[in-house]
């Protein structure tokens, strides 16, 4: 490839006395503010396209030309040759041309190049498209790093036994919980499905896969959102405007990380995360450089991507909502920046916050609930995450007896009871007895179902015992009953004691057992209303599943209340159960359904089909999936040699071992490679300090460059270090457990921070000479390789024994070595 | 807001883009030609203002606004006669400075210092301990209204000092006194000031702090003039003592900071036409009175509570063993003594205080979970005296007869011998009792040598050097088994019945982690008899320690201290729920008479704050898109008086109120009283510019170089008395409504309780039960 030297064209901005941006610029200069020592760079790898930009009409006809000026006549759309046609028109006459001359747009990011008129020949073919053979060399190598030995290991590891298994329910369709959202499961479970899968294999953790699980296969599909983050990372480097070194620097880095390597080989959500991590940033990055062509299709194209990328990211995990948070940063920026600009119509403004809410929330929004879709649609089946969901929801599953359980509900009827609130489980007790309080036995809520999960409906104390003999007496609103506990006979119970955890409530314990108790064991039973018959005055008789109850204290007047507070590892963190003194009726944590049914001596109900609307189904997985993400905290009760802390993560404190350690397997271990962790992290130390230098010389006036210059170097500065800080910083304050690859769609944003400042201070230097840059450059590249090939291991599988292994314990820390 | 349009876009024609520039204040030369508002020449202003805003009748308001505050934060003091809530804590501490005794606290120490010197001032012995809340003090002869006197003192003369914040900022007699009102009538300023707790001092020395920095601002036109320094100097002195009153403390040292940083920011500005030799003079001021001396302050307090506390208290067993051998009778002092080979000794695990235990029963060959074990001997963690706590101490290298050879050191490798059942103790690859990953330790006879080497353990003396001697006590160690790298660990993890359910013991793969650490509790034998006797050892002279070392260390504990208090609390209560008074705390209970003391604000007044506040960030926020969009709806000057000073007190809101959103401790009430007093300086401000559009212009004092600018004189008319009157009333009817929760007495009935409670959240205590429920 040739390229132009750089050093005469730097000669062209300016001493530093000189304000760049006088009006007479374009009079004497052809292409005033664009020619930038950084894109002549950038230009000088794609040579060919140079003559074009010279000269943009020669490829189209003036009609077009003009259409093309007049579509992007948005105040603000200024593009450099747009620019030069508008003076065309307007022959000087522009009141504003002075004005709008010192305000030429400062685009920054990639220059944007017309399109190339169609290739005759192959030879010619080729020569437009030079610009692609890096990547796709790189895509082919990050073919050979991703599958290299993919089916090395045959056994289930680390958390391929949690993916795995949720891919396989979706293969048999039977509904399961889990706090991750569903499209990447899907994936895996498409995966399964392409591969052959059948789905009945367990994932247990480090078991041996059995011949009819094709998991190199799924390991495979798996992969190949690994290897697209390599031609992603070039791309995107390219859409930042980076010199071509500093975009063979992002790629290397991309292809040649162990971490990124080791996680995207094994069957786990994180490859498919840190993809449309990459996703998200490339198509931002490409919406940019779109920035003064408003509305123009590819506008709209990259807007849209950019959304769906959103949508998918947070459809994977929800930390994938960080990488939004940039984004959402980024748009208010350039929405305060077009408020600001007075000459642009209303209906412009209103465009462009409708096209932002459109694609930005309304789209990924969609993306987000048409996964949720698909996932109720594809499990249709009853499976072990029942118990999370309402009981509506729970009779419309195939396999559920729900819907044939009796209508009615009787006093000595068996019942589980369903707390109504989002996310609430099933009244629970076991014989474990509280450790503060009343010391009784427990009552909690609980979201698996269980045996303990039954209760007896029983008449008062003062009433006759049931009789299974005599007349049926069916449930109705204002009853007094005793909740029997049924494998311990104890008696739902509540008294002045203050509850566990939310202390201004009454505990409330089981008590006693068939013959012994008091009045504090009886509750008045208030119907809210049902759901199939409507308000409480048509409701006589209590329904299974669609009567909404509240269960009254007799004596205290309390409401019994689950409200997803957790409790200690004495109460194995299912959920508090209290009795509320308030009498909040509106408060649907107090709301109750009766669910599991049964009744010898009534009839079974006619299998019937209630309707649970989705919105109601996808809140309601939601807020459980919140909830037991929430409950996710570290446990100081329990060792977890897995977890690390995020200040562990920049500098690499911790690696994690992924599999056994014994001799006989290969053992894969999740650690980066360390020159680009430690390296991108220093860069990211740097970057605040070098903002810091530039702006305290702009404070003094001191020309360090030109405003595109330095409007670009922001631009890249700011996505790279807000972007880092939002992965990042939300870590730190969040209470649940966290692990080193929460680390690894962090890194992307200091490894383009490692890259920007590299290609600032070095290969877009205009004081170095090109032989400075390549060496500075091979230096780097060459380091980046040999860091990899002496850690290629850890994702490839080390085998034997790993203290025979030499010289991989770089930090003290690692555990690497037994 | 009916300003002068036409002035708001005078500027408009000629430098569009510029104004933005000119909104950076107080140069000498800019913003002269923004002085013809809607304002008032001094002469023009309506005769209520001009009487209010003399010095006699500002002097009036100040001193009845005072004698108010005393009155109300002294009346009764004396009741109840008991420890209240924290005072448990602050009390015990002021005794134990009284009584030189160590302790430990996450605060630094100038107000626990204070309070101890009240303490002795009022003739208080230091003997009572504060132990419980409910103790009584007259019983036990506490003079505790001397000890409250001293915070009331201080939170009523915050009173006055807010109204010099106000007045030093431009504002009328009557905005400065709504400031005042609002923190004068609050019950939660007063039922926190009026006991042994340490924020009063806090508000008060932050106060101080503003009100120094305001001061100092105004100077800026006499750089470098003594004034000028004295009231930089102030500034740092307060700041520090604000930080060393309280951990919060240290938001107000932040906020200065970043007043401070934007104040440089403008100086450096080449627009301002200084040289960077003139910006490094400010920058080297500002170093010196806002860093140095701070720092020098805040280090002295400590090395005064250093100085004092010089003998053991509860607090030693927080400290490191070389800190702990600074304090007089510490027991580690004492009872240091050195260990020789062939010793009997009993070891305590540092966290859990258990003995190393082991006894002749064995592990169960299969686990419930189905896990085999070694079925060796079991070793367990016990948590009380025994003779199966007794292991020797056996070396692996050769011994000198007699002499110093024979003590163990610091990096040796010892085996122990388990003295009852003769076996030593051993640790191999086979999953302990519960826990998978750690490795089960156990117990081989003595003389079979089949399994010598896993019987193997470095010593590994924690912050120690290479040779240094073990100690009993001193001697914090870790045993690392040398074949596999494991620590000797406990938890306090509860093994079944077969194990007496003792504590597991098992071998840890984490050895950097601090809960491996174990020490020697006593030798229990002295093998060689030429032993060391204990009670020669008893008059020990405390060693010294460097005292940044002890201040490193002792900081350290307090930040870690301060991130663990996340235990839950009844009354503890998130951030969002402050500024609405959602709930308070209950202090303070009495059976008998039912009275209590509940801590929550003046619902009215914190309701006004939270409106200013609002209002205040919503002007910001219109003013800002209107620029953005060309109108500037307010007069400059106005609006440089709403950024810049209104701004500030915003900025004091924001920095003690937003940080505890990110705290993972216990939060409660109390903690943003600070943050309102702030906000009812906001309110303040706000009230005067909803009132009036016109301002006290110019505040600063003028330099040698300054033009003169004609001044313009706030004006609020005769509306600004009313509704301050009106106010005034309100706050007054709120707090007596209250009283009763806040000065504890009197008692109230159950229904009275239930219509104190305003807000559905409070949780007092006797309420009535609602009887309205038909069984």
């Known amino acids: 490839m040739k390229r132009s030297v750089p050093d005469s064209i730097s000669l062209d901005f300016g001493t530093p006395e000189v304000s760049p941006r006088t009006s007479s610029d374009f009079e004497e200069i052809p292409y005033p503010p664009f020619t930038t020592a950084s894109n002549q760079q950038y230009s000088s790898w794609a040579a060919p396209q140079r003559r074009e930009e010279e000269l943009p009409l020669h490829y189209m006809n003036e009609e077009t030309a003009r259409r093309r000026v007049h579509a992007s006549r948005g105040p603000a759309s200024t593009g450099f040759y747009d620019e030069k046609q508008d003076q065309y028109d307007d022959d000087g006459k522009d009141v504003y041309a002075k004005i709008r001359a010192s305000k030429i747009p400062l685009s920054s990011g990639r220059p944007r190049r017309p399109p190339a008129p169609p290739a005759t020949s192959i030879g010619e073919f080729i020569q437009q498209n030079l610009e692609h053979i890096p990547p796709i060399i790189y895509t082919l190598l990050s073919c050979w790093t991703r599958f290299h030995a993919i089916g090395k290991s045959p056994r289930v590891i680390w958390d391929e036994a949690h993916f795995g298994k949720f891919g396989s329910h979706y293969l048999k369709r039977e509904f399961y919980f889990d706090v991750h959202p569903p499209l990447g499961k899907m994936i895996v479970g498409l995966a399964g499905l392409l591969s052959g899968y059948d789905g009945h294999f367990e994932f247990k953790s480090g078991e041996n896969y059995p011949d009819n699980v094709p998991y190199v296969a799924m390991r495979v599909i798996m992969a190949m959102f690994g290897v697209a983050l390599v031609p992603l990372g070039w791309y995107t480097a390219v859409e930042l405007g980076m010199s071509w070194r500093a975009c063979h620097l992002v790629a290397l880095m991309v292809l040649l990380d162990v971490g990124w390597l080791v996680i995207s080989r094994f069957i786990l959500l994180d490859s498919m995360l840190l993809f449309f991590t990459f996703t998200t940033v490339f198509c931002f990055s490409k919406f940019h450089n779109q920035q003064y062509h408003s509305f123009s299709p590819d506008w709209w194209l990259w807007l849209a991507m950019t959304g769906f990328s959103i949508g998918c990211v947070a459809s994977i995990k929800w930390v994938g909502l960080f990488v939004t948070a940039l984004v959402g940063l980024y748009t208010i920026e350039d929405l305060w920046e077009k408020f600001g600009d007075l000459r642009m119509s209303a209906r412009d403004q209103a465009r462009h916050w409708g096209a932002r809410i459109a694609c930005l929330i309304v789209l990924p929004i969609l993306v987000y609930m048409t996964s949720f879709k698909l996932h109720f649609l594809v499990l249709n089946h009853s499976g072990p995450g029942d118990a999370q969901m309402s009981s509506l929801f729970q009779a419309n599953l195939v396999g559920n007896d729900f819907a044939r359980a009796p209508l009615e509900v009787a006093v000595g009827s068996k019942v589980t009871i369903k707390n109504f609130g989002y996310g609430g489980g099933l009244l629970h007790s076991h014989v474990q007895s509280f450790p503060v309080g009343s010391k009784q036995q427990q009552v909690t809520c609980y979201h698996y179902k269980d045996e303990n999960n039954d209760w007896t409906i029983l008449p008062r104390w003062d009433e006759p015992p049931y009789d299974p003999e005599a007349p049926i007496r069916f449930l109705k609103d204002g009853d007094v009953i005793r909740l029997s506990h049924v494998s311990t006979t104890r008696n739902l119970h509540s008294h002045p004691i203050p509850a566990p955890v939310t202390k201004h409530h009454h505990e409330v314990s089981c008590y006693g057992n068939s013959t012994v108790g008091d009045n504090q064991d009886q509750w008045v039973v208030e119907v809210v209303d049902d759901i199939k018959l409507g308000k409480k005055s048509n409701v006589d008789k209590i329904h299974a599943l669609t009567t909404r109850l509240r269960f009254r204290h007799q004596s205290l007047g309390c409401y019994l209340r689950a409200a997803n507070s957790i409790l200690p590892q004495w109460g194995f963190k299912q959920v508090e159960v209290t009795c509320d003194k308030e009498d909040n009726p509106g408060d649907t944590h107090t709301y109750w359904n009766i669910e599991g049914h049964v009744n010898p001596r009534l009839p079974a109900g006619e299998p019937r089909y209630y309707s649970s609307p989705f919105l109601r189904d996808f809140w309601h997985l939601n807020v459980a999936m919140m909830t037991s993400n929430n409950a996710l905290i570290p446990d100081p009760d329990k060792e977890d040699i897995l977890a690390s802390k995020p200040y562990d993560w920049p500098f690499m404190h911790l690696g994690l071992r992924m599999c056994g350690w014994s001799d006989d397997q290969p053992k894969y271990y999740l650690l980066g490679t360390p020159v680009i962790w430690w390296g991108s992290t220093i860069s990211l130390i740097l970057s605040p300090i070098v903002l810091v230098v530039y702006l305290m010389r702009m404070q003094r006036r001191y020309v360090d460059m030109e405003p595109r210059e330095w409007e670009h170097f922001l631009y890249v500065t700011k996505v790279a270090f807000v972007g880092w800080f939002l992965q990042y910083f939300p870590y730190l304050i969040m209470g649940r457990v966290t692990y080193v690859h929460h680390y690894l769609p962090t890194l992307y944003f200091a490894v383009l921070m490692l890259a920007h400042l590299l290609d600032h201070f070095v290969f877009t230097a205009k004081r170095l000479t090109e032989r400075t840059k390549w060496i500075v450059f091979g230096v780097i590249a060459f380091t980046i390789f040999a860091t990899f090939w002496w850690f290629r291991g850890l994702a490839f599988g080390i085998d034997g024994p790993i203290n025979e292994h030499w010289g991989l314990g770089w930090r003290k820390s690692w555990n690497i070595y037994n | ?775």
């Open chain 2, 1 to 775: 807001m009916s300003g002068p349009q036409d002035i708001g876009i005078r500027n408009r024609g000629k430098s569009g883009p510029s104004s933005r520039y000119a909104s950076s204040s107080g140069s000498p030369t800019d913003d002269l030609d923004d002085d013809h508002i809607a304002a008032t020449h001094p002469r023009d202003r309506s005769s209520i203002e001009k009487l209010l805003e003399t010095e006699e009748a500002s002097v009036a308001v100040v001193a009845t606004l005072t004698l108010m505050a005393f009155a109300l934060r002294f009346y009764k003091i004396n009741h109840p006669d008991q420890v209240v809530f924290d005072e448990v804590h602050f009390g015990k501490f002021a005794a134990h400075y009284i009584s030189r005794e160590y302790y430990f606290d996450v605060h630094p120490p100038l107000t626990k210092l204070l309070f101890g010197l009240t303490g002795w001032f009022v003739g208080f012995d230091g003997k009572f301990k504060f132990d419980n809340i409910g103790d009584s003090y007259t019983e036990n002869h506490v003079p505790y209204v001397g000890m409250r006197a001293f915070p009331a003192i201080l939170g009523s003369l915050t009173i006055p000092l807010v109204y010099a914040i106000m007045k030093e900022s431009g504002y009328s007699t009557v905005v400065a006194a709504f400031s005042a009102i609002l923190i004068l009538f609050d019950n939660a300023h007063i039922a926190q000031s009026r006991l042994i707790l340490l924020d009063a001092p806090l508000i008060f020395f932050m106060s101080v702090t503003i009100y120094c920095y305001i001061r100092f601002r105004k100077l800026r036109y006499r750089e470098f003039s003594p004034e000028w320094w004295a009231w930089l100097l102030a500034t740092g002195t307060f700041m520090a003592c604000t930080w060393a009153s309280k951990v919060n403390g240290i938001l107000t040292v932040v906020t200065i900071g970043i007043a401070v940083l934007i104040d440089l920011w403008d100086i450096l500005d080449i627009k301002k036409g200084h040289s960077m030799d003139f910006f490094w003079k400010h920058f080297m001021a500002r170093s010196i009175g806002l860093i140095l001396v701070p720092i020098v302050l805040y280090l002295w307090f400590f090395w005064i509570h250093f100085a004092v506390l010089t003998h053991s208290g509860p607090g030693d067993s927080f400290m490191s063993p070389q800190f702990q051998e600074t304090i007089r009778d510490n027991e580690m002092l004492l009872n240091s003594l050195e260990i020789r080979y062939y010793d009997t000794i009993t070891i305590k695990h540092k966290d859990t205080k258990v003995f190393l235990h082991s006894h002749p029963e064995r592990y169960p060959l299969k686990y419930d979970d189905g896990r085999i074990s070694s079925q060796g001997q079991q070793v367990t963690g016990y948590g009380h005296d025994d003779i199966n706590n007794h292991w020797q101490v056996i070396p692996t290298k050769s011994l000198p007869e007699t002499g110093r050879g024979r003590i163990v050191r610091n990096d040796d490798v010892v085996q122990l011998l388990h003295v009852s059942t003769q076996s030593l103790l051993m640790t191999h690859d086979v999953a302990s009792p519960t826990m998978p990953t750690n490795e089960e330790f156990t117990t081989w006879p003595k003389d079979d040598h089949s399994r010598h080497n896993d019987t193997l353990f470095h010593l590994r003396i924690a912050d120690s050097h290479a040779g240094a001697s073990w100690k009993t006590k001193s001697g914090l160690f870790k045993l690392i088994h040398v074949p596999t790298k494991v620590a000797m660990w406990t938890f306090p993890g509860q093994l079944p019945d077969w194990a007496f359910n003792q504590q597991e013991v098992n071998g840890k793969k984490e050895t950097a982690d601090k809960s491996t650490i174990w020490y020697v509790d006593d030798v229990i034998d002295n093998a060689d008899g030429e032993g060391q006797n204990k009670d020669q050892v008893v008059h020990k002279e405390p060693k010294s320690m460097n005292f940044f070392k002890k201040f490193a260390e002792l900081q350290i504990l307090m930040l870690q201290h301060n991130a663990g208090l996340t235990a839950s609390h009844p009354y503890a209560s998130g951030p969002f729920n402050w500024p609405f008074l959602i709930s308070g705390i209950s202090f303070w209970t009495q059976n008998e008479g039912q009275k209590q003391i509940y801590l929550i604000g003046n619902l009215a007044g914190w309701w006004a704050c939270v409106i200013g506040v609002a209002i205040f960030i919503g002007i910001l926020g219109a003013d800002l898109l209107a620029r953005r969009r060309g109108v500037e709806p307010i007069p400059e000057s106005v609006r440089n008086r709403l950024w810049n000073s209104t701004g500030f007190f915003l900025l004091v809101w924001a920095v003690h109120y937003l940080p505890f959103f990110l705290m993972g401790r216990q939060l409660f009430l109390h903690h943003y009283l600070p943050s309102h007093l702030a906000s009812a300086l906001v309110a303040g401000s706000v009230f005067s510019f909803i009132l009036s559009e016109t301002i006290n212009y110019p505040i600063s004092i003028r330099g040698p170089s300054t033009r003169p600018k004609p001044a313009t004189r706030a004006d609020l008319g005769l509306k600004g008395p009313i509704i301050l009157a009106i106010f005034v009333l309100i706050l007054f009817s709120f707090y007596l409504y209250l009283a009763p929760l806040t000065y504890g007495t009197p008692g109230l009935t159950g229904e009275q309780v239930n219509a104190k409670r305003l807000l559905s959240s409070w949780t007092l205590h006797f309420a009535a039960k609602k009887t309205d429920y038909a069984a």
